[in-house]
């Protein structure tokens, strides 16, 4: 297998952890952000988005980071996610809404924006709708290790790949209960060291893909 796109993509950074966790192997490519390549006909043709991550299996191309995971985690062989209707459900919630609510409006109105353009005020606001939308997942979590069980599964990797960046942001935080614990945990995973836990400095200032 292949994944195309640059090792600080969040979105690769996701399918990388996952596809670890699930006891696969893929050749990951650099492409996007400075790295480039994502304009060619060739790559086009895999994603006329021209956004990353695209998967490579075979003859079968993907993109969509979700689709991706999905798709991963009902391969033959795989093992090692969660991933039952309730996980699946969380998953797609976290996505599509915890993740909308950090992406664009903290991570990129704060980090990848230049100092002098940025509204902090906002980015502040978005930041308490984020934490309030972890408390959420936090709270689904309770006493259990992972937010729908004892296993890890497509919930976590779509909570846990963004909380790396929401801990090591220079922005006052009003931590959840059950955060810190929760993000300690993904911290003693290597396949999340590995994947997730990746320096971003490239991206500051950089409104680009």
Same mark, same amino acid.
Request: glycine share 10%; no cysteine.
């Given at each position: 297998?292949?994944?195309?796109?640059?090792?600080?993509?969040?979105?690769?950074?996701?399918?990388?952890?996952?596809?670890?966790?699930?006891?696969?192997?893929?050749?990951?490519?650099?492409?996007?952000?400075?790295?480039?390549?994502?304009?060619?006909?060739?790559?086009?043709?895999?994603?006329?988005m021209?956004?990353?991550?695209?998967?490579?299996?075979?003859?079968?191309?993907?993109?969509?980071?979700?689709?991706?995971?999905?798709?991963?985690?009902?391969?033959?062989?795989?093992?090692?996610?969660?991933?039952?209707?309730?996980?699946?459900?969380?998953?797609?919630?976290?996505?599509?809404?915890?993740?909308?609510a950090?992406?664009?409006?903290?991570?990129?109105?704060?980090?990848?924006t230049?100092?002098?353009?940025? *509204?902090?005020?906002?980015? %502040?606001?978005?930041?308490?709708? !984020?934490?309030?939308? =972890?408390?959420? $997942?936090?709270? &689904?979590?309770?006493?259990?290790?992972w937010?729908?069980?004892?296993?890890?599964?497509?919930? *976590?990797?779509?909570v846990g %790949?963004?909380?790396?960046?929401? !801990?090591?942001?220079? =922005?006052?935080? $009003?931590?959840? &209960?059950?955060?810190?614990?929760?993000?300690?945990?993904?911290?003693?995973?290597?396949?999340?060291?590995?994947?997730?836990?990746?320096?971003?400095?490239?991206?500051?200032?950089?409104?680009?893909?």
């Amino acid at each position: 297998m292949i994944v195309h796109g640059r090792a600080s993509s969040s979105n690769v950074q996701a399918v990388m952890w996952g596809l670890t966790e699930l006891g696969l192997t893929a050749e990951r490519r650099d492409v996007g952000g400075r790295f480039k390549g994502t304009d060619t006909p060739a790559y086009r043709r895999m994603n006329p988005m021209g956004l990353v991550p695209v998967l490579e299996d075979g003859d079968l191309v993907l993109f969509e980071s979700a689709a991706i995971l999905r798709y991963l985690v009902g391969r033959p062989g795989a093992d090692g996610l969660a991933a039952g209707p309730r996980d699946d459900m969380w998953a797609e919630w976290a996505k599509t809404t915890l993740a909308r609510a950090f992406t664009e409006p903290v991570f990129w109105a704060y980090y990848r924006t230049p100092a002098a353009d940025r *509204d902090m005020d906002a980015v %502040h606001a978005a930041l308490a709708r !984020f934490e309030g939308f =972890l408390s959420m $997942a936090m709270a &689904e979590r309770g006493a259990r290790p992972w937010i729908t069980g004892d296993q890890l599964g497509l919930a *976590d990797i779509w909570v846990g %790949h963004l909380l790396y960046r929401y !801990f090591s942001l220079d =922005l006052p935080r $009003a931590v959840p &209960e059950g955060s810190q614990a929760y993000y300690d945990a993904l911290t003693q995973r290597p396949a999340y060291r590995d994947h997730v836990m990746v320096d971003y400095t490239e991206l500051k200032g950089r409104l680009v893909f």
